[in-house]
C-alpha cells in the first residue's frame, strides 16, 4: 500500500531533516508540513546520487517563491556535475509530475544557463558566482532530476519535452542527462540505507588468475545473472565510489584515454573494475 510506503519515507525524512531543513512561510501548518516534505524529498534526491550528509545538503535547497521550478542546486566537484532538481510531494502516493511543472523546471533551467538570475528568488540569486562558475568550467555536466513520491514514470509527451531539451544542451557534445527518481526508487534506497551500509556478499569468481606483471592484478569473471541481480539489489550503491559515473570527459577518463593510446598494453591492469 501506498499510504504505508509514504508514512515510512515520512518517518525517514523527519528523522534526516526536521532538525535541519526550517519552514519560514506565514502558511498553515498542514502547507508547512507539505513544505518540510517537499524539500526534504529535493534534499535526498541529491544525497541519493552524491552520497553528502544531510546538514550539507540543505544548504542547497532552492525550493520556494520565484524558485521557476527549481528546487534544489548542487555541484558535485567530484564529478563535475551541476544537479538541478524539481521535487514533487504526493502524500497519497500517486500521480507524477505535470507537463507545465516539467516546462516550468526546464525554463528555469534555461534562465540559469543564459545566466538570468532577475528572474528567481533571493536563495537563487545568492547562489549565483556558485552555479557560474560551476558551468563555465570546462568539463562540468548538467544533471536534471525529476523527483516525486507517486509510482507515475513519465508519459511520452512529457518525456519527448525533456528529450528535446536534452538534445538540444548536447549538441554538439554530451554534456547532460536526467533522470526520473520516484517512490519506488526512494522507498528502496531507504531500505537498503545506502548512504550507510557496505556491501557484503559472496559472489562465484569463475576462471580466476594472478597477473605479476608489469603489475600486480587479480582478474576472473562473474556471470551475467549474478551480476544483473547485483544491479536490481544494490543499485546505485555499487556505483558510489566509482567516480566515473556520469563523469562523462573528466580528468579521470581522460587518462583512460590516453593509457589507451599511449600504453595500451597496460590499459588492463589499470581498468579492469
Known sequence: ??????????ASFDGMYSSKIVI???????????LFYTRSLAAYSIQYYCKIEPDQVVNYITDGYQDNGIDAIYFNELNHTLYFVQSKWHNDGTGGIDIGDIQKFLQGVK??????????????????DYIN?????????????????????????????????????????????YFLLTQ???YNNLLKGTNTDK????????????EKEPYKCYYGSISANDLGELWVKYNPSIFSSNIR?????????????????????????????
Open 199 to 210: 556491501i557484503n556478499l559472496d559472489l562465484m569468481l569463475n576462471n580466476w588468475g594472478i
Open 184 to 186: 519506488t526508487h526512494i
Open 133 to 177: 562558475s560551476a558551468i563555465t568550467t570546462i568539463g562540468t555536466k548538467m544533471f536534471l532530476i525529476l523527483c516525486h513520491t507517486g509510482t507515475q514514470k513519465l508519459n511520452p509527451s512529457a518525456t519527448r519535452i525533456m528529450d528535446d531539451f536534452i538534445g538540444d544542451i548536447n549538441n554538439p557534445d554530451k554534456i547532460a542527462d
Open 1 to 10: 500500500m501506498s499510504s504505508v510506503t509514504i508514512n515510512q519515507i515520512k
Open 24 to 34: 519560514n512561510e506565514n502558511v498553515s501548518d498542514e502547507e508547512k508540513r507539505n
Open 245 to 273: 559515473n556520469f563523469l562523462g570527459f573528466s580528468d579521470v577518463n581522460k587518462e583512460i584515454t590516453e593509457t589507451l593510446g599511449k600504453a595500451p598494453e597496460n590499459f588492463f591492469v589499470f581498468n579492469n573494475g
Open 111 to 128: 534562465d540559469i544557463i543564459n545566466q538570468k538570475y532577475d528572474r528567481f528568488n533571493e536563495k537563487i540569486k545568492s547562489m549565483e
